[in-house]
């Protein structure tokens, strides 16, 4: 009903929309700093990119349930190896990582969990609420990895702040609904973090800078306009509210794998 679509909803789905998904809009200016750099090449990133794109969003209407878990996985290792690099250290990467990256979902969820399954419901379809009585384990992994992480930081300064960090990320978790609470750390912290650590690279190692401005605005409005068509077809036959959600998290787990692919995996072996 058009009556979940409150106030702080329209705000979370607004900053999502119009500022964390564009962030992989830098894509393209990646692509292009770790090889793909003429046309030939670049077309066949497209390509590829593309069809990774399609190919999860054909899984999620398949096996729903199956798909959303593994968008979290994927999440998970996302979040934190951005959070890792930040922190410039070549230690601790897999604790540092898996730490940040459980804390920022499962923090949400366990701060949230009735209203977080709401949303899963919506966006699987299906009955979720199985999985809610195992949600100690992760609970319990992630309060573990916290408490390592505090141990780790007494013999690496650098991961000091992190702690600060962390307990300002639960706290917002805390006040917050679970839609506002992802929304912050992903236009705020996410995309911050990662758009740092790209655009020093892209200065000091990409000649053609007007590709990368052209390219990031070309891929921006498309994923605008791409998903403002997607929310009006749908809606047609569902709530605005449910539209919004199934196009900004499905289009979103569509998008972290080949994201995840470039960045993850190909960049970051270039650029720690």
């Not at 992630?142 to 702040?161: A, D, M, N, P, V």
């Not at 077809?233 to 605005?240: F, K, T």
Request: hydrophobic share 55%.
């Amino acid at each position: 009903m058009i009556a979940d679509l409150t106030i702080l909803n329209i705000i979370s789905f607004l900053l999502i929309f119009f500022i964390g998904l564009p962030h992989g809009s830098f894509d393209g200016a990646v692509a292009a700093l770790v090889g793909f750099s003429n046309r030939i090449q670049f077309f066949k990133f497209l390509f590829y990119y593309l069809i990774l794109f399609y190919l999860v969003i054909l899984f999620w209407i398949y096996f729903p349930i199956l798909a959303l878990i593994i968008f979290i996985t994927m999440t998970i290792v996302h979040f934190g190896l951005c959070d890792w690099t930040n922190f410039k250290i070549n230690k601790f990467k897999y604790s540092v990582s898996f730490t940040y990256g459980m804390t920022v979902i499962f923090g949400i969820i366990f701060f949230n969990e009735d209203q977080s399954f709401v949303i899963f419901e919506y966006l699987t379809n299906d009955d979720i609420y199985t999985f809610q009585k195992f949600l100690f384990i992760p609970y319990f992994l992630t309060l573990f990895s916290i408490i390592f992480f505090i141990y780790i930081s007494f013999f690496e300064k650098k991961l000091r702040i992190g702690i600060i960090e962390i307990v300002f990320l639960l706290s917002i978790f805390y006040f917050f609904d679970p839609l506002l609470s992802f929304a912050i750390y992903f236009c705020f912290f996410h995309t911050y973090k990662h758009l740092k650590h790209l655009i020093k690279n892209i200065y000091l190692n990409l000649k053609n800078k007007k590709f990368v401005i052209y390219s990031t605005l070309f891929f921006t409005f498309i994923s605008w306009i791409g998903g403002l068509g997607i929310i009006y077809y749908l809606v047609q036959n569902l709530s605005l509210y449910e539209s919004i959600l199934k196009v900004i998290f499905i289009g979103l787990a569509a998008l972290t794998l080949p994201h995840m692919l470039l960045v993850d995996v190909i960049y970051r072996r270039r650029f720690k």
